[in-house]
């Protein structure tokens, strides 16, 4: 198993430019989600997903989108980018949403100049 | 407002020694509690946890300690190794209120184990 992967590791992009960040995984989780990481901040949830089909917002939704029409993938879209979106971004799953216990990808890196 | 909060930036111990690193909450309804692991350029990866209907949860050289009515817990390390060095972070989930196990993430703690 792979696990959950990530790509691109680091990302530079400029202000107003889209991108999408990949995320899979090969468990076969239900529950998926986006985490960013910023000095002193922790990580804050972006957006989730139950399951194929279903997402929802966490607490920093603004300025992405998630779908997820299958249940290995769980792509994150920066619709115009912003210097506020620099960060280090996690996705994670776990098997079912009432497990607790994530596991995360090993990130990507991203710079908005 | 932070509901979860590690209040210690870093901590630095010796090999051998025990590392304490805490977690407090302010949810009440926070119901399950996590710690992750986390070394530089890598994700976290989970270490342990404990159901609020415990006050303790032993692995190997990790133990939990909860304090439901401080809303505080707590993660010894015994002995800590130099391999432990890494950031710690405190997590809490509930499904009250339609929350759906969405985890709370503090900020996190440094431990640095010194050989």
């Known amino acids: 198993n792979a696990g959950v992967t990530q790509t691109p590791k680091f990302q530079v992009l400029k202000t107003g430019q889209s991108m999408t960040l990949q995320c899979a995984q090969d468990?076969?989780?239900?529950?998926m989600s986006w985490y960013r990481q910023d000095p002193g901040m922790g990580l804050r949830l972006i957006h989730y997903?139950?399951?194929?089909?279903?997402?929802d917002q966490g607490e920093v939704p603004n300025g992405y989108n998630v779908s997820r029409s299958t249940t290995e993938d769980f792509p994150l879209r920066l619709l115009s980018a912003a210097p506020s979106q620099t960060s280090v971004y996690f996705c994670a799953s776990s098997y079912h949403i009432a497990a607790y216990e994530q596991y995360f990808g090993p990130g990507t890196r991203l710079t908005v100049t | 407002d932070q509901q979860v909060k590690q209040n210690s930036p870093s901590l630095s111990v010796q090999e051998g020694r025990i590392s304490i690193l805490n977690c407090d909450y302010t949810n009440s309804m926070f119901d399950y509690f996590l710690w992750y692991k986390k070394y530089p350029a890598e994700g976290p990866t989970f270490l342990i946890s404990i159901s609020s209907i415990k006050d303790k949860n032993e692995d190997g050289r990790f133990t939990v300690f909860l304090n439901k009515s401080a809303k505080h817990l707590s993660l010894h390390i015994v002995p800590s190794q130099p391999g432990d060095s890494a950031v710690y972070f405190c997590a809490a989930s509930s499904n009250s209120g339609g929350s759906n196990y969405k985890l709370t993430f503090g900020k996190g703690t440094l431990l640095t184990v010194n050989p």
């Open positions: 468990m076969n989780h239900e529950y």
């Open positions: 997903s139950v399951g194929a089909g279903i997402t």
